[in-house]
Every structure is written in structure tokens, then in C-alpha cells.
């Protein structure tokens, strides 16, 4: 039982190249987030995904898209990355949300993600 | 006014010692609230939810304060293991707030 898997744990781009970043759970939750963490601030969400076939916009959206491609697979796209996302990103998944916010959080180990 | 507000620190804290520490938050209708725990260049992980009239978990004891706004974190006997950056986490609405996190650091 491997439980939140995102790839790749880093990766290098340069201004205006676009990439995938892979996430997948092995445990039959239905939601999934993506969030971004920076230096002297708290983890941002950028999209996530209620259940199996939507999915929302979070706090910082602009310059991303999602695929929830199925109940176990997440991904974040950057069409044309800037240096302003140079980040950490970390997917997470719960087994039912957090609409009444009593959900726990499983998170990947993060892709630390620089744009030169 | 940030959502969630915690002091970074770092908490300096003596092995053995106790260590405490709050965080506020501005929304009223704030519905739930946890402690994650997060290790250098790891993953938060849930280290407990925090209920109303308080909870403990071995050497953590939680504490909602309503009328204030703000949850605390209490590490009774700290251990070499406890050094790790704490994040105060707010839901309401289907979404989660994190702060920044405190950083405690035990020393031998």
C-alpha cells in the first residue's frame, strides 16, 4: 500500500516549457488536491477534485490545469511555466473531502519544481 | 488579516522540556481544525485533529479556544524526534487553511 505517489521528486524547466506533474492513490479516496508551498507562507491549493469526474479551482489556480483522469490519477499541468512557480508541489488525497472538514489528508512526498 | 496565523519561531525547546504554542485564526465560522506535522523537505502528515473540549495524544494535548480564536499544541517530555515544523490547519467550506507552521527545535 503505497498511498499518495507523485512524480517526479524533481524537476528543472525553463521559462515557457510546459510538464505534467503524476499523481496517484492506492486508496480508494475520492478526493484529490493539488497545493504549492513557498518559502515563508503556508500551503496554497491550486485545484482539486471532489470525486471522479470534477474538479474545482483553489486559492492560486492561474496558470495550471487538471486532469482527474480517474478515481486514483491526478494530474497538474503548466502550459508555459514561469519562474513565479518555482515551488514545492504536493498532491493529497481524502477518502471523502473535507466538506465538513473532519477529513484527514494523505499527501505525496512533493515535486520540487524550479523555473529558471 | 491571514486566515491562519502561527508564530514561525524557531521554538528552541531543552530535551525533556515542555514546549506550547498557538495559532489564530480570523474566520468565526471556521467549522475544523487539526495539527499536521511536518518534517524537513517531507510531506505534512495529520499529527491530531482538535475538538472542543480538548484532546490529547500521549505527549500532545490540543485545545480549541472559540470565543479567542486561536488552537494551541502542548509537548510534554520533548524528544530529539519531536524537532519538526507544526501546521495549524483551519476548514470551513470544503477547503483547508494552512499557516506557516511553528518550528520547534529540541536540543539534546
Known amino acids: 500500500n503505497a498511498g499518495v505517489t507523485q512524480t ?8 515557457g516549457q510546459s510538464m505534467t506533474l503524476q499523481c496517484a492513490q492506492d486508496m480508494n479516496h475520492n478526493s484529490m488536491y ?7 507562507m503556508g500551503l496554497r491549493l491550486i485545484y482539486y477534485s471532489a470525486s ?11 496558470g495550471y490545469n487538471v486532469s482527474r483522469l480517474n478515481k486514483r490519477e491526478f494530474s497538474l499541468r503548466l502550459e ?12 493529497a488525497s481524502s477518502e471523502n473531502g473535507i466538506r465538513d472538514g ?4 494523505f499527501f505525496g512526498s512533493g515535486t520540487q519544481l524550479s523555473v529558471l | 488579516r491571514k486566515e491562519v496565523e502561527q ?13 506550547a504554542f498557538n495559532c489564530t485564526y480570523s474566520n468565526s465560522a471556521s467549522q475544523s481544525f487539526f495539527w499536521y506535522r511536518q518534517d524537513c523537505r517531507k510531506e505534512p502528515k495529520l499529527l491530531m485533529s482538535v475538538y472542543s473540549s480538548g484532546n490529547e495524544d500521549g505527549r500532545f494535548t490540543a485545545q480549541l479556544n472559540r470565543a479567542s480564536q486561536y488552537i494551541s499544541l502542548l509537548i510534554r ?3 530529539l524526534s519531536d524537532s519538526a515544523t507544526y501546521l495549524c490547519v483551519v476548514g470551513r467550506n470544503n477547503r483547508l487553511a494552512f499557516g506557516k ?7 539534546p
Open chain 2, 77 to 79: 517530555d520533548s524528544k
Open chain 1, 80 to 91: 508555459s511555466a514561469a519562474p513565479s512557480q518555482t515551488s514545492v508541489y504536493f498532491c
Open chain 1, 102 to 105: 473532519r477529513e484527514k489528508l
Open chain 1, 34 to 40: 493539488w497545493y504549492r508551498q513557498d518559502p515563508g
Open chain 1, 52 to 62: 471522479e469526474g470534477t474538479t474545482d479551482k483553489g486559492e492560486v489556480p492561474n
Open chain 1, 8 to 15: 517526479p521528486k524533481f524537476q528543472v524547466l525553463k521559462t
Open chain 2, 101 to 107: 507552521g511553528n518550528q520547534v527545535v529540541v536540543i
Open chain 2, 7 to 19: 508564530d514561525p519561531g524557531p521554538f528552541n525547546v531543552p530535551e525533556g522540556a515542555t514546549v
